[in-house]
T-cell receptor, first 113, second 112 residues
């Protein structure tokens, strides 16, 4: 069964304390892996798409990387405004549900000043 | 200003009533999606449409219905057959199924 697991469920950081969020997945064929940011009571905001192992994408203090079994979202010197829930989703490359995203439960990040 | 709009932001209904959630996009996207989000769970797909006048069931379609008569619009009806309708509903769209999805602001539905 296709599955996406994010860890940790919650992460508390001090401002400036760098860390990483993990997204591990089990799909036989990966078409793409997506990272989103979601603020409370709002819709997810698209951050990155990764397609193949070794690929990296960066945006401000965020960098996403991809291996054959997992993806990391690295947060460098975070600020309080980076506090949000970060969602990971994968798109499988086969089957009747081809193209549908499978979401993890998210990692809730809190950055204290 | 391109984007996805959902209305209303909050919706309250009595048990046994059908309710329709609106979703409109002006991104000229072909594909549109409806998800449900519950505390402690990942987003779950209700219905999706890859082209006008066509749509498919997602993982949790029971108790829901949709229509796609226009490219810009993909309304979702929550029927009285849906056993646990209280949730946060998110609409999304993408250029087609192979591209990233963009989400609307969501509608929080409460049924009592």
């Amino acid at each position: 069964e296709d599955q996406v697991t994010q860890s940790p469920e919650a992460l508390r950081l001090q401002e400036g304390e760098s860390s990483s969020l993990n997204c591990s997945y089990t799909v036989s064929g990966l078409r793409g892996l997506f990272w989103y940011r979601q603020d409370p009571g709002k819709g997810p905001e698209f951050l990155f798409t990764l397609y193949s192992a070794g690929e990296e994408k960066e945006k401000e203090r965020l960098k996403a990387t991809l291996t054959k079994k997992e993806s990391f979202l690295h947060i460098t010197a975070p600020k309080p405004e980076d506090s949000a829930t970060y969602l990971c989703a994968v798109q499988a490359d086969y089957g009747g549900s081809q193209g549908n995203l499978i979401f993890g439960k998210g990692t809730k990040l809190s950055v204290k000043p | 200003d391109g984007g996805i709009t959902q209305s209303p932001k909050y919706l309250f209904r009595k048990e046994g009533q059908n309710v329709t959630l609106s979703c409109e996009q002006n991104l000229n996207h072909d594909a549109m999606y409806w998800y449900r989000q519950d505390p402690g769970q990942g987003l779950r797909l209700i219905y999706y449409s890859q082209i006008v006048n066509d749509f498919q069931k997602g993982d949790i379609a029971e108790g829901y219905s949709v229509s796609r008569e226009k490219k810009e619009s993909f309304p979702l009806t929550v029927t009285s057959a849906q056993k646990n309708p209280t949730a946060f509903y998110l609409c999304a769209s993408s250029r087609n199924k192979d591209y990233e999805q963009y989400f609307g602001p969501g509608t929080r539905l409460t049924v009592t």
